[in-house]
Every structure is written in structure tokens, then in C-alpha cells.
T-cell receptor, first 111, second 114 residues
Framework: DAGITQSPRHKVTETGTPVTLRCHQT?????MYWYRQDPGHGLRLIHY???????DKGEVSDGYSVSRSKTEDFLLTLESATSSQTSVYFC??????????FGPGTRLTVT | GENVEQHPSTLSVQEGDSAVIKCTYS??????FPWYKQELGKGPQLIID?????GEKKDQRIAVTLNKTAKHFSLHITETQPEDSAVYFC?????????????FGKGTKLSVKP
């Protein structure tokens, strides 16, 4: 998985609680991305980062925030989890904003 | 914005046969087209990609073709093997714009029967 780890790998949480997912890379790539994967929707971009402290919104950013204080770490936060955010979340990295390499994913269940 | 359609959603072939998955895109400015393979419980793995200045690219048993005029591209797998069974995703993006954001198709589940 191209030097990418995601934590936790599985999480069950209750509606209304905050949740933070972590993506860690050892490749020193500039670009990092968060996607969600849902049946019938494929992969959809939530947020991405093009450098430390530089982030922007993707296609489905409502209800999510991100932070990147170090090159190697990109955090995704659900401020108040809802059942519609039950999904599998993937982090991806890219050196030059072209080829993207994905992590192993985090399965999040909001009850 | 860009929209990517992928067909078929499921594909079943006999071992040794060829498999073809097709995608169409809407934004004529898109110039980068990767294909990903996703095995159960794992993240998508980049298996091949093509730029808009190339019509075809091969890597062993897999090949990708691109028709810019018709705005469609295809993945071809020859001599399929059971380990090729997975979900395959196509994607499109505009290199240099929007920081390389990929728009994905909804996937094709390929089953290779021994």
C-alpha cells in the first residue's frame, strides 16, 4: 500500500459523536486525499491537501473537516457523526497530483 | 464537472478468455485516465494509466485504449486468471487542474471462473 497506513482500521461510533481518522505516509508525497466508498457510488473525494496546512474541499465535503500539520499526516474529522457517514474511508497520496496510491481503508459504522 | 460512466457493472468470464471494461467521460479537458483494481477488503491498486497524448498502452496481459474523439477508454485483460477476479474502477482527471482530482466510475466486478 505504498507506505500508507490508516488508523483505526475499523470503528463503530454513535450518532452525534466526533470521530477522527488518521492517514500516515512514509513517502514524503506532497498531495494527500480522503475518499469515501459506498455501494453504487464508487469512490468520491471528500477533501484533499496540496501541502502542509493547505487543504481544499472535494465533491462530498459537507460534515467533514481536515487538517495537515505535518507532511506525513492527514486527519479527517467528522464533527458530529451521522448514519449517512457510515462508509469505508480511503486515504490516497500523490507526488505530483497525477498517480494516486491508496491506503488500506477504514471501515466506519455510525449507529 | 466531469462525469465518468463505466460498463458493465458485472462481468463473468472463463479462465483464459479476455475481458473488456469500458468507460466514457464527459469533460473534453480530461487528460489522465487511470485504472484501479480492488480486491476484497483492500484499497484500490493502480494497475495501468494512460495520458491523452497516447492511444494505447500495454503492460503484460493488460492494456488500455483511449479514443479522445469519442471520449471513451477501455481496459483489456487477456488470458484471464482466477487472481484477476476483483472490482475494477476507471477514473478521469485533468492533470494540473484541481490538484489532479480523480472522478471515478462506479466499478465493474470481474469474476474469472476456473
Amino acid at each position: 500500500d505504498a507506505g500508507i497506513t490508516q488508523s483505526p482500521r475499523h470503528k463503530v461510533t454513535e450518532t452525534g459523536t466526533p470521530v477522527t481518522l488518521r492517514c500516515h505516509q512514509t513517502e514524503n508525497h506532497r498531495y494527500m486525499y480522503w475518499y469515501r466508498q459506498d455501494p453504487g457510488h464508487g469512490l468520491r473525494l471528500i477533501h484533499y491537501s496540496y501541502g502542509v496546512k493547505d487543504t481544499d474541499k472535494g465533491e462530498v465535503s459537507d460534515g467533514y473537516s481536515v487538517s495537515r500539520s505535518k507532511t506525513e499526516d492527514f486527519l479527517l474529522t467528522l464533527e458530529s457523526a451521522t448514519s449517512s457517514q457510515t462508509s469505508v474511508y480511503f486515504c490516497a497520496i500523490s507526488e505530483g497530483a497525477v498517480e494516486q496510491y491508496f491506503g488500506p481503508g477504514t471501515r466506519l459504522t455510525v449507529t | 464537472g466531469e462525469n465518468v460512466e463505466q460498463h458493465p457493472s458485472t462481468l463473468s468470464v472463463q479462465e483464459g478468455d479476455s475481458a473488456v471494461i469500458k468507460c466514457t467521460y464527459s469533460d473534453s479537458a480530461s487528460n489522465y485516465f487511470p485504472w484501479y483494481k480492488q480486491e476484497l477488503g483492500k484499497g484500490p491498486q493502480l494497475i495501468i494509466d494512460i495520458r491523452s497524448n497516447v492511444g494505447e498502452k500495454k503492460d503484460q496481459r493488460i492494456a488500455v485504449t483511449l479514443n479522445k474523439t469519442a471520449k471513451h477508454f477501455s481496459l483489456h485483460i487477456t488470458e484471464t486468471q482466477p487472481e484477476d477476479s476483483a472490482v475494477y474502477f476507471c477514473a478521469a482527471s485533468t492533470r494540473g487542474g484541481s490538484q489532479g482530482n480523480l472522478i471515478f466510475g462506479k466499478g465493474t466486478k470481474l469474476s474469472v471462473k476456473p
